[in-house]
């Protein structure tokens, strides 16, 4: 576009991203900080996530959004829009074409590869932050791998509730070192990010943190030993595609307690359907 | 008792700008022992347990911790994660102030588990069980294990505190003025309970009190310090019966008779 740079940021504010980035790869888990930008948008929308984004997202690469698992929000659409207008990159809502997916909320479904980047939209980016109120302690414990604090909040959760009750942003470590927030995502997408092909960066744009976990990394979601780390899924199928194994959200139909759960991964949903696979909305529509 | 000293400190010294905190203060403490620092208000005993247990650096001099296997360290020259890793196992502190120590907003278990935890037990249920077996320890009702502290009364607080510091049976503790802020039948009880805790568990430690009465119940040694120095050393009950310095005497003879 006309009187912007490639992809919005200057060639300058890209470079101290990527040297952030560098740093982040090099210590997964480690937040880096880095000198956030005013964005167009506003804190909470993605500013960290957009960042990273511009400062990775080269004219061959496909671009890919996920807003809570759907590419068709408002905050989805308007950041692939916000690229392809100021980068000229192509776009796209299927997984397996981007190379670069940034995201809110969700892992997609289907398995990244080790040729795609995946970049995490980070509201807060210090997983002890509500434990321990002092940033400069915070800093310390992390640098002295001091992580008990994090365990009694799960021994909390256990003797309050009978289990541990985070169901998002459920903290992990990264590389047994460092204790990282994985995001808002639920805790039922963890487990893909352990071991997984893609790297994975993480944008906290009003935190002004950076930090990153490379391919093939070792990320366990903490836990007790009699007490292990489990996903939570609602249990139902896919009312669209019958997924069984699928995230779902709960969408509600009309105002007589009418319920109907769907995959959150639209992309995956879609696929499905495509390959044949029908809910039992999709027999009812059948039948009439 | 071994011949081998747990901690020692030769020639500590420390001001505050142009108040002299400490002055050339030496201390030896063997494994086991109970030594009480008394003094009187601004006399540095604070100061000279903050500086003993490397939470505050001297000016000058230095303090040696011996470990179980026995190598010596120099608490102020050491690594921040080893002095750490020390306080969270080998070491404890308990504060006058139990508010200091505890997690308010979390469970008395929680509160007993922290140190557990910190050193890796993954547990949930050893961690409870112990956890129910110290409150029991320092006489805190079983029923009560996921109440928050706040719900509990100051005796109770301090009890809790001392659970949460010995659970990981730590050889030396440093106590500051441990039944400063309770009453006088509660502190009967606690002083009570800490005997008997730190015998057992053969744990030393370090107790700073204004209180003679307290020194002269809990300590095997005493040092009396006045405006930073330490004017008198020896066995409780020398130097409490046949006090020698002047000020020595002023204070055992200020103590009320019962």
Redo the contacts between chains.
């Keep these: 576009m006309k009187g912007y740079n490639f992809a919005y940021l200057d060639e300058q504010t890209k470079r101290m991203i990527r040297r952030a980035l560098l740093k982040a790869v090099a210590i997964p888990g480690h937040q880096i900080p880095f000198g956030s930008r005013e964005m167009p948008l506003p804190y909470g929308w993605g500013t960290g996530g957009i960042q990273v984004t511009a400062s990775v997202l080269g004219a061959g690469d496909v671009l890919k959004v996920i807003d809570q698992g759907a590419d068709d929000t408002t905050n989805a659409v308007s950041i692939r829009r916000f690229f392809a207008r100021t980068a000229g990159v192509r776009t796209t809502t299927r997984t397996a074409d981007a190379t670069v997916i940034q995201t809110r909320h969700r892992i997609p479904e289907q398995t990244l590869r080790d040729d795609q980047i995946i970049v995490y939209q980070v509201p807060q980016p210090e997983p002890l932050y509500r434990l321990e109120p002092s940033r400069v302690e915070t800093r310390r414990m992390h640098a002295l791998a001091d992580y008990g604090l994090m365990h009694v909040k799960l021994y909390e959760d256990i003797a309050r509730f009978g289990q541990i009750s985070i169901s998002y942003d459920y903290p992990v470590m990264v590389n047994q070192r460092h204790l990282m927030a994985p995001s808002p995502i639920p805790a039922f997408d963890n487990p893909k990010m352990n071991m997984m092909p893609a790297l994975q960066l993480f944008g906290a744009g009003r935190e002004k943190r950076i930090y990153a976990v490379p391919p093939y990394t070792d990320v366990r979601s903490l836990d007790f030993d009699d007490h292990p780390f489990r996903t939570i899924r609602a249990p139902h199928p896919c009312g669209l595609c019958g997924a069984t194994d699928a995230y779902l959200d709960e969408v509600v139909t009309d105002d007589r307690g009418g319920r109907l759960f769907v995959c959150s991964d639209t992309d995956h949903c879609a696929e499905r359907r495509a390959a044949g696979h029908v809910g039992t909305e999709g027999l009812k529509e059948a039948a009439e | 008792m071994s011949d081998e000293t747990l901690l020692s400190a030769r020639g500590l010294c420390l001001a505050f700008g142009a108040n002299r905190a400490l002055i050339d203060v030496d201390v030896d403490l063997w494994p086991g022992e109970m030594l009480a620092v008394v003094g009187e208000s601004g006399s540095g005993k604070t100061t000279l347990l903050n500086v003993l247990s490397g939470r505050l650096t001297p000016d000058g001099g230095a303090v040696w911790y011996r470990d179980p296997n026995g190598k010596l360290h120099d608490v102020h020259a050491m690594p ?2 080893d002095l ?1 890793a020390l306080h ?1 196992s080998d070491w404890g502190f308990v504060h006058q102030d139990p508010r200091q120590n505890l ?1 308010m907003n ?2 008395a ?2 509160n007993v ?3 557990l ?3 890796g037990a ?4 050893d ?2 069980a112990l956890a129910i077996d110290w409150l029991g320890q320092v006489e805190i009702d079983a029923g009560r ?2 109440d928050l502290p706040r719900t509990f009364s100051g005796g109770m607080l301090q009890r809790l505190q001392i659970a949460r510091t010995l659970v990981t049976h730590p050889r030396l503790v440093f106590m500051d003025e441990p039944t400063g802020s309770l009453d006088v039948s509660v502190q009967a009880r606690l002083l009570d309970l800490i005997r008997n805790l730190v015998t057992r568990l053969k744990i030393a430690a370090v107790l700073v009190t204004h209180d003679i009465g307290v020194a002269r119940l809990l300590a095997h040694r005493i040092m009396v310090m006045q405006r930073g120095r330490v004017v008198e050393a020896g066995l409780t009950d020398q130097v409490l019966d046949d006090p020698q310095h002047p000020y020595t005497q002023l204070l055992v003879s200020s103590v009320l008779q019962a």
Excluded: K, N, S
Aim: no cysteine; hydrophobic share 25%; glycine share 18%.
């Design positions: 921040a994660p750490r969270r997690r979390v469970t278990g929680g588990g922290e140190r935890m910190a050193q993954r547990h949930y249920g961690i409870r294990v996921d």
